[in-house]
Nanobody, 117 residues
Framework: QVQLVESGGGLVQAGGSLRHSCAAS??????????IAWYRQAPGKQRELVAG??????NYADSVKGRFTISRDNAEKTVTLQMNSLNPEDTAVYYC??????????WGQGTQVTVSS
């Protein structure tokens, strides 16, 4: 059974940095070919894509370009989101997502990131 377990997040002042990790289990060798992404959902808003590695291409939302970096370690089966220059608008619950074969989707449990002004 595939599981995604997130760690990191928390409370930080504006301008600070946080590192978010997502560890996958139960994927076997399929992790290396899976699409991975980070989403976030702020109160009262829809869940939005923050960053992803989709079919080998890295994509970022315009709002985080130049500040956030997504990376993956296929050997460790982890996905990391490095978040720098955080601002209050980045406050949200962050979720990692793994997609195999274009249709087999799994989500992490979500972790809160709060940026104080």
């Amino acid at each position: 059974q595939v599981q995604l377990v997130e760690s990191g997040g928390g409370l930080v002042q504006a301008g600070g940095s946080l590192r978010h990790s997502c560890a996958a289990s139960g994927t076997g060798s399929t992790f290396s070919s899976a699409d991975i992404a980070w989403y976030r959902q702020a109160p009262g808003k829809q869940r939005e894509l923050v960053a992803g590695i989709i079919s080998g291409h890295t994509n970022y939302a315009d709002s985080v370009k130049g500040r956030f970096t997504i990376s993956r370690d296929n050997a460790e089966k982890t996905v990391t989101l490095q978040m720098n220059s955080l601002n209050p608008e980045d406050t949200a619950v962050y979720y990692c997502k793994l997609t195999r074969w274009g249709w087999n989707v799994f989500w992490g449990q979500g972790t809160q990131v709060t940026v104080s002004s």
